[in-house]
Structures are given as structure tokens and as C-alpha cells.
């Protein structure tokens, strides 16, 4: 356990799962900690109690001035804007702030850390790269912005050989020493132009990435994404592309997945490898560079070919990303709850045929709905709104479809099953975040699917 932290004054801000994580951890080096959240505790569930068993102070429904500017160090959760001017304050006056995975780094006990970054594909790209990581026999961390919290690794009695990460740019905007062996970087779309400044400010953070890498390291971008290629320029390692053409790129690649019939290859210097892709929880374009992305970031850890196939194989996928609930009538019901996006719900439009029925809304992001409208031409057979930004995407569709204002999820799955007829799809893909009516996208996913089960 790392010796630095014994006695040091640590504040945890935000006490959600990642939070908790944290405090044990710090908990177990010896520091002394204190924990606040200006939430009130009846809105944090079982989260007081744990960390109160702990040993750790709290303060809730309050903002923590005072108590920030005395601490050596503050672990922000990810959900806590680093702009709040209570922690600019702070780091001002000299207290260090970390990520919740920068202070897990400091912990972890050898094994490659794979970091995978993007707008949208970070949680299927991980938990598949995690997936063919296993298959390669290595014992191995899947989590981050995914699942576990980092700050669960180290807690561990047994360590382990590899880490495979989630970053989001909430998380990466709070590291500065995390160094990520494999960095992934899926795709740079306009996301949470609520909580930054702008799109070079939200970039900035996607691109510390790369920041700590050193030789031995390598990249991993989409070369067809003009942002990422930006991004990646700040790179300093190898790096490895991947696009479903083959069209010609002006980075400097060691290596190149692209599609081919029946699934992808890979170049990886004079070798080409072939890999089938049949499994179908990675149905679609996107599920497909996402499949290139892991196969590269696997091969480059030492899995071989068979295992990376093995593993492709094996993936299960993961709830509330284009996830088959049922189908009923001979209608499918598909919950695509983590959409919390427009990007993700393009994604979600093209990868299916057609007849859909299409449950939209939620609190929405500020990027405009139009890209839904065109990539939806020919495919929808009508809009079911809901949430805060129900007017606004009525208003986008109401020209070229049915919209349907439902308001709440239930109404629009009743409206729905009344609607749908044989071969239809009725697709939860809101292209917002959830908080107007759900605490996040696993409760709303889970409540569709629950609606639908019952039918």
C-alpha cells in the first residue's frame, strides 16, 4: 500500500460509487479523510453510511469551503465540475486535486493499464478489450468509468496483470501523473458542452490521455475521425488506426485495422491478420471499429490471434447499448439507454434496418437534433418524446415524421405497443442524459426494460 498518504488530510467531493472507492482506499494508506457532497443525505443512499463505518467525516448539503483550502490533497469525484470555484480556489491555494483514477494509479501494483477515451463506443470497446484481455490469460481489471471504480483495484489482495480503463474526459481533466501503457482513442464528437467552455476545452481534456506515455508505449485512434486524428497528434508513441475503408491517412501509422468481408483485419507490421465478426452483440458499423479498436489494443498487450478470436466470440455485450430486451408480437424492443448523446443515437439509428419507433428526450446537451432527423430518413416510422427536451426534438422531427409527446417513459412505451405491428422496432435511444427523471442511464435503461417485460 503507498506510503505517502499516511496522516495526510484528504477531502473526497462528490460520494458517489467512485467516491466511496476513494475513501476506502485512502482509508487503508492511512490518511485521514473527510468527505463532502452538497447533496443532502437522503439523496446519497447507502453511500453515508458505508463511508461513516469508515471512519470518515462528513459534511452534505453544503458547499465545503473552508475545509477544501486547509486539505493536502482533494480526490474530486466525476461528477463534480473542477471549474466550481470552491476547488479553484482551493488548488489555488495550493491543494493538490486529483481524479479518482489518478489517485488509484498511484496504488496499482505493476500490469499494463489500457486506457480507452472517446465520445462515444468507451464502455463496449473496454469491456470487450477487457473480454479478449481474459481470454489471453491474463488476470484483469475491467472498470473505470465502466463498472468498478479504479480505487477498487488496489484493495485486492491478489494483484493484477492488467488494467483496462474507462476515461472519460471528467476523469482525465483531474490526472497528471496516471501514465495508460495503451491509450484508445475511439472518436471526438461535440459532448457536455454544458459543463465545458467549449469543444477545444473538451478536447484538451480527451487528449491527456496521451500526456504521460514514454517509450514502450502505444495509440491507438480512428482514422476517420477528423478530431481524433487531431487529438492524436499530440501523441508521442507509436501509433495504431483503425477505419472501415482504407483510405489513405496522413498519420504516421505502425499499424492498420480495416474492414473486410465477413469481419476485419489487421496489419501489424508484414503480418495480416483475419478476424471474423458474427457475434451478435457487435451488430453494426460502430460496433465494428469498436471491435478493431479492442483486437489492436489486445494484439499490442501479447494476445494472440486465437485468443483475440476467442474473445470476439465470447463478448456478451453490455446492458443499455443496443441491448435486445424482447420481442413481442413480432416486435423487438431494443434499450439503447446509454445514448445520452445525439452521436450515440446516430450510431444507434444506422446500425438498425428500419420500422422503428424511435423514444427520445431527456435532459438534453445543447447539440442540435437535426444529424438525428437525416440519418433517420426512410427509417423511422414515428417519434415518442420525453423529458425536458421533448419540445425541442419534436420540433426537430415534426416535419418529416409523427411526433408523439408522451412525456414520461411509461406513456411512451404503452403508446408504442399500441402502435407497433409485426417486424417493427421500438428503440429507447434518447440522445440525452437521464437526470430529469431517472438518477442515470441504468435506471432509465432498467425501467424500459421492466415496461417492456411486462407488456
Known amino acids: 500500500m503507498e506510503q505517502g498518504f499516511q496522516g495526510k488530510k484528504v477531502v473526497v467531493y462528490g460520494i458517489g460509487k467512485s467516491g466511496v472507492a476513494a475513501a476506502r482506499l485512502l482509508i487503508r494508506a492511512g490518511a485521514r479523510v473527510s468527505a463532502v457532497d452538497d447533496r443532502p443525505e437522503e439523496e446519497l443512499g447507502d453511500a453515508p453510511a458505508a463511508l461513516r463505518s469508515l471512519g470518515v467525516t462528513l459534511r452534505l448539503g453544503t458547499r465545503p469551503q473552508g475545509l477544501l483550502n486547509s ?266 439507454s446509454k445514448a445520452t448523446n445525439v452521436d450515440s443515437s446516430l450510431v444507434a439509428l444506422r446500425a438498425l434496418p428500419g420500422n422503428i419507433w424511435l423514444i427520445a428526450g431527456g435532459r438534453g446537451k445543447r447539440a442540435p437534433y437535426g444529424p438525428l432527423v437525416e440519418a433517420s430518413r426512410g427509417k423511422l416510422k414515428g417519434v415518442l418524446t420525453i423529458g425536458e427536451d421533448a419540445t425541442a426534438i419534436g420540433a426537430a422531427f415534426g416535419s418529416s415524421c409523427t411526433v408523439y409527446v408522451s412525456g414520461t417513459l411509461e406513456r411512451a412505451v404503452a403508446r408504442a405497443y399500441s402502435l407497433a405491428r409485426p417486424g417493427d422496432i421500438v428503440l429507447l435511444s434518447p440522445a440525452c442524459a437521464s437526470y430529469d427523471q431517472f438518477h442515470n442511464f441504468e435506471e432509465r435503461g432498467d425501467s424500459f426494460k421492466k415496461l417492456a417485460r411486462s407488456l
Open 71 to 336: 486539505a493536502d490533497l482533494m480526490v474530486v469525484s466525476p461528477g463534480v465540475p473542477l471549474a466550481l470555484p470552491e476547488i479553484r480556489s482551493a488548488a489555488a491555494s495550493g491543494v493538490k486535486v486529483w481524479a479518482e483514477v489518478e489517485l488509484a494509479w498511484h496504488f496499482l501494483r505493476g500490469g499494463k493499464v489500457v486506457g480507452i477515451t472517446g465520445t462515444n463506443g468507451k464502455s463496449t470497446t473496454t469491456a470487450l478489450t477487457g473480454e479478449l484481455l481474459v481470454q489471453g490469460g491474463r488476470r484483469v481489471f475491467t472498470g473505470g468509468n465502466l463498472g468498478r471504480p479504479l480505487c477498487d483495484a488496489p484493495l485486492e489482495a491478489q494483484p493484477f496483470e492488467a488494467y483496462c480503463v474507462e476515461l472519460s474526459s471528467f476523469q482525465l481533466e483531474g490526472t497528471h501523473a496516471m501514465r495508460v501503457n495503451g491509450a484508445a482513442l475511439l472518436n471526438f464528437t461535440p459532448d457536455h458542452l454544458d459543463r465545458y467552455a467549449g469543444l477545444d476545452d473538451y478536447g484538451a481534456a480527451k487528449a491527456r490521455i496521451f500526456r504521460n506515455q514514454e517509450e514502450g508505449d502505444f495509440a491507438v485512434v480512428n482514422v476517420e475521425d477528423p478530431g481524433a486524428v487531431e487529438l492524436s497528434r499530440a501523441a508521442r508513441v507509436p501509433l495504431y488506426g483503425f477505419s472501415i475503408d482504407d483510405s489513405p491517412t496522413r498519420l504516421p501509422l505502425a499499424g492498420r485495422a480495416t474492414r473486410c468481408e465477413g469481419g476485419f483485419q489487421l496489419r501489424l507490421g508484414s503480418d495480416t491478420e483475419t478476424y471474423r465478426l458474427a457475434n451478435p452483440a457487435l451488430r453494426g458499423d460502430h460496433n465494428l471499429q469498436n471491435a478493431m479498436a479492442a483486437a489492436l489494443l489486445a494484439r499490442l498487450c501479447g494476445v494472440s490471434p486465437p485468443q483475440a478470436q476467442a474473445g470476439l466470440d465470447a463478448f456478451a455485450g453490455l446492458a443499455h447499448r443496443l441491448e435486445s430486451v424482447r420481442t413481442l408480437h413480432g416486435v423487438e424492443w431494443i434499450n439503447d
